[in-house]
């Protein structure tokens, strides 16, 4: 991975963590990858996470599983443009939808938050309970608001995690279900442009301009979120197989190798340039 690219972005669950533990040899690559710039062209990292949460709350949380800052140059998330978003109604309604922890999605922001039936907008953020909860358990809640057309903003588009080998529900599911019924939802992160063009934009903040898209590439584990948004966007993408498609693949035990894996790709409307187990260097 290095030579034709200036900018790698890069996934993080799933790739740099799998919510549990980190992944040593995927920082330790992306670390490779920016010292080993070529003189008068620096190489970038921006990690690019559907996490429903400011960029400072994953950074915490990386920080915890010690992967060290040296991996990347800056963090943008989709929490970061739920914040947009959510900036250009001031004194809206807003009800929150997903756990307590991803309140600070809504600090400093000029709106109020309030029970369901009062809302103008939803934002949702996941189910409440990820560990039990599907998107069955959500069905009348929903009747309620498509009955007053509330729309819903999605604050993570991913449909699912892998935590600890288990695929755990995302706010995507939930949004997708909301759909489903005539609802209204504007999603906020991967596979969607605005994404790619922020992080563009972060690129171009560190250096004065961005890459060209043929020295651009994205990296991650989900084909309909980090590989279909970099085929529509126009950039070269690696997936990660070791993530929430390995069951698919055929590589979830740790055993087991990553062997061909083209039949199945073949059937997928999304498709990576290359395909690696882990993000090794």
């Given at each position: ?34 010292r ?59 009800h ?14 000029d ?8 809302a ?32 819903m ?125 882990r993000?090794?260097?």
């Amino acid at each position: 991975m290095g030579a034709g690219y200036d900018l790698i972005l890069c996934d993080v669950w799933g790739v740099l963590h799998d919510g549990t533990r980190a992944h040593g040899q995927a920082s330790d690559a992306l670390i490779r990858f920016r010292r080993l710039a070529p003189e008068g062209r620096p190489r970038r990292v921006i990690l690019v996470s559907n996490a429903p949460r400011p960029w400072a709350g994953v950074q915490r949380i990386l920080d915890g599983f010690g992967i060290p800052r040296e991996a990347y140059d800056a963090i943008l998330t989709s929490g970061d443009l739920t914040r947009g978003l959510l900036a250009r109604h001031p004194g809206e309604r807003v009800h929150h939808l997903g756990p307590e922890r991803d309140a600070p999605i809504f600090e400093g922001l000029d709106l109020r938050l309030v029970a369901g039936e009062a809302a103008e907008r939803v934002v949702c953020t996941g189910p409440f309970d990820d560990t039990r909860e599907t998107a069955e358990d959500y069905r009348e809640r929903f009747a309620a608001f498509r009955a007053r057309n509330v729309p819903m903003l999605c604050a993570n588009p991913d449909l699912v995690v892998e935590r600890e080998g288990k695929l755990i529900p995302c706010a995507g599911l939930l949004a997708a279900a909301y759909a489903e019924i005539g609802g209204r939802v504007t999603y906020a992160g991967k596979p969607y442009r605005p994404v790619y063009e922020a992080a563009l934009d972060l690129a171009a903040e560190l250096d004065g301009t961005p890459p060209a898209l043929a020295r651009v590439i994205a990296v991650g584990d989900a084909l309909r979120t980090d590989i279909a948004g970099a085929n529509g966007f126009g950039i070269a993408s690696l997936l990660v197989a070791r993530g929430i498609h390995a069951e698919e693949m055929g590589v979830a035990a740790e055993h087991d190798r990553l062997g061909d894996v083209a039949e199945w790709l073949g059937r997928q409307e999304a498709r990576p340039d290359a395909v690696i187990e882990r993000l090794v260097w």
